[in-house]
Structure formats: C-alpha cells, structure tokens
C-alpha cells in the first residue's frame, strides 16, 4: 500500500463546482503539503501544514482552502472551480525529525480538469 | 532570476552514453539539496540527497558547489528506464519549515 495516498486519482468536473482533493499518509510524519503542477511551471506550493494545529499559506493560496482533520488527513478545497485550476495537484509530507534536512515523500497526484 | 534554475533539456542520450545535469539556485543560505526523478504523469521520486563531499549512489553522482551555487547529477551507463524528467530542488532557507524550492525539471531521452 501506498504510503502516501491522494483521492480521487482523475476528476473532471464544471466551473462553479467545489471540489474536495483528500490526502492520508501512513508515514507519520507531521509536515503536510499541496501542490500543484503545470507544464513548464514546475510545483508549486498551495498550502502546508506542520500540525494538526496549523496551517500556512504558500505562495499560490488563492482560490484554495485546506483543513487538517488529523495528523494522517490533510484534504485541499476548491470552493468554487475554476478553468485555469486545471492542473496536476500533489500532496506531499516530510519528517521535522530531520532537521533542514527534510525530503518530501509524494502520493500519486490527483489529475483535475475544469471544464 | 529564479530560485532553482535547471536546462530543461530534452537531453537525447544513446543508451551507455554518460550525461550530467546542472542546476544553479539563489540562496548562498540553502543547506538541503536534493534530486527528485519524475515520470510522466506521476509523482516524483527521491532520487537522492546531494552532501556537500558528493555521493555516489550505484550509476548516479551527485555533487554540491558551494563557492558557485550549483549542483550537478551525473549519470554513467545510461539505461532506457532512466529517461524521466529530473527535478532539482532546494530548502527554503527560513527557520526548520520543511519547505523545498523545486527547479522546473531537466528532461532526459536514452535512446536504444
């Protein structure tokens, strides 16, 4: 089983709806992220979480929420969909335990299209 | 200028053939350096952690320049499932965030 597991994996859905992408880990690790991946734009960091208590802002928040239900869960809300949110979104953790040295572990992405 | 700079390539490598990548980044503070593999359409993957003596892991070097901001994979003995796109990234420098900065990928053919 995968260690770090996104749902849905595909889901194509219509402006205007809200969208729920959830994320469990069974790594347990603290740190959780979001991001989202566009051709020729790389990652980029929506939100992260280093507890069940907190929550930051990346640099591209707009649009999106996050709720931190437990240490495991980590899900990314679209309110209101729009066409340009299409994209590739990864969620991803990591282990304060290492200090700065801290690679990110991925699930297996979500592919969402706004239609 | 970018934080993580990488050629995106496509490098078109015969199979066997030798290849290195290079990646630059901003911050002279970055202390975590790694190289992530992705395929397309999946998550990346921890390639490996690069230290500043240089590592070595089976077919693949990476190495740390401190002095001119750059790091650099090395590939020996290409093989097909090597091609993938590589992604360079870098922690951002703040206070034990966890964050990483990721380059926008260099893209790597092997070709039979």
């Known amino acids: 089983d995968a260690d770090v597991t996104q749902t849905p994996r595909n889901r194509i859905t219509k402006t205007g709806k809200r969208i729920m992408l959830e994320c469990s880990q069974t790594k347990g690790h603290d740190r959780m992220y979001w991001y989202r991946q566009d051709p020729g734009l790389g990652l980029r960091l929506i939100y992260y979480?280093?507890?069940?208590?907190?929550?930051n802002k990346g640099e591209i928040s707009d649009g999106y929420s996050v709720s931190r239900q437990a240490q495991a869960k980590f899900s990314l809300s679209l309110e209101s969909a729009i066409p340009n949110q299409t994209a590739l979104y990864f969620c991803?953790?990591?282990?304060?335990?290492?200090?700065?040295?801290?690679?990110?572990?991925f699930g297996d992405g979500t592919r969402l299209s706004i239609l | 200028r970018k934080e993580v700079e990488q050629d995106p390539g496509p490098f078109n490598v015969p199979e066997g053939a030798t290849v290195a990548f290079n990646c630059t980044y901003s911050?002279?503070?970055?202390?975590?350096f790694f190289w992530y593999r992705q395929d397309c359409r999946k998550e990346p993957k921890l390639l490996m952690s690069v230290y500043s003596s240089g590592n070595e892991d089976g077919r693949f070097t990476a190495q740390l320049n401190r002095a001119s901001q750059y790091i650099s994979l090395l590939i020996r003995d290409s093989k097909l499932s090597d091609s993938a796109t590589y992604l360079c990234v870098v922690n951002a420098v703040s206070s034990n965030t966890g964050k990483l900065i990721f380059g926008q990928g260099t893209t790597l053919q092997v070709k039979p």
């Open positions: 911050n002279s503070a970055s202390q975590s």
């Open positions: 991803a953790t990591s282990d304060p335990g290492q200090g700065d040295h801290q690679p990110q572990h």
């Open positions: 979480s280093f507890d069940v208590k907190d929550i």
